[in-house]
């Protein structure tokens, strides 16, 4: 479950303005909960299904400067009790559907979302998140398409969205998506990573300087 790029764009990009409560659902090592913290004061549970994920979540969190900010769950999100809601809800969830699954059955459970369907996350959002909350996802774009369906069907709307691409003359690779019960007009955003040349853009390193060491 390593660290991704467009896993620290998503992360970059997560608005904590005013934000006191987060949940991180599928934290893997715990990526979004540190980058969100490194921003926000606000206390952060983060839940993941991989108990070796969830080890290292843990290790991750207690080495850093936000430990007593971070509290790290083993578990499906779908048994996570709480008597908490949320007002900042974020996912980098499993996506593929009927792809060929690795061999690596932990590999297979952060890709594929046999264990977290969209109508569940769906479900655990619309179970966890407070009527003036924000949750923000990451999908592939075809994932995202039939996601951005659901959600609004099911009364949260697309409020921003961020198409990331890998080059500029590529095809979009991911996109980011924050959805809230308002109903606001969504403000549309593209990213581009790399420049023809192969370097990043400078873009990319604007957002991506207060996490990456050399940029």
Not at 13 to 32: A, N, P, Y
Not at 124 to 133: K, S
Not at 179 to 188: L, M, T
Not at 201 to 215: G, V
Request: charged share 25%; hydrophobic share 40%; glycine share 8%.
């Amino acid at each position: 479950m390593k660290v991704t790029t467009e896993g620290c764009v998503f992360g970059a990009w997560i608005s904590v303005d005013g934000v006191s409560d987060v949940l991180d659902i599928g934290t893997g090592t715990g990526l979004l909960a540190l980058m969100v913290a490194q921003r926000a004061g606000a206390t952060i549970d983060a839940v993941e299904l991989d108990g070796e994920a969830a080890r290292q979540a843990a290790e991750n969190v207690s080495s850093s400067l936000w430990a007593n900010n971070i509290n790290v769950y083993h578990g499906a999100i779908q048994q996570f009790k709480t008597h908490r809601r949320y007002n900042l809800i974020v996912s980098n969830p499993p996506f593929f559907e009927g792809h060929r699954k690795p061999t690596d059955l932990r590999k297979g459970k952060a890709m594929h979302n046999d264990f977290l369907h969209q109508e569940d996350l769906l479900k655990e959002v619309r179970r966890l998140l407070r009527d003036d909350g924000i949750f923000y996802v990451l999908y592939p774009p075809a994932e995202a398409s039939t996601f951005i369906q659901k959600m609004e069907n099911s009364g949260l709307s697309l409020r921003r969205k961020l198409t990331i691409f890998n080059k500029g003359n590529g095809h979009p690779f991911r996109l980011a998506m924050a959805f809230d019960y308002r109903g606001d007009d969504c403000i549309e955003e593209e990213l581009i990573i790399r420049d023809q040349l192969g370097q990043y853009t400078e873009s990319f390193a604007q957002l991506l300087k207060p996490y990456y060491l050399h940029l």
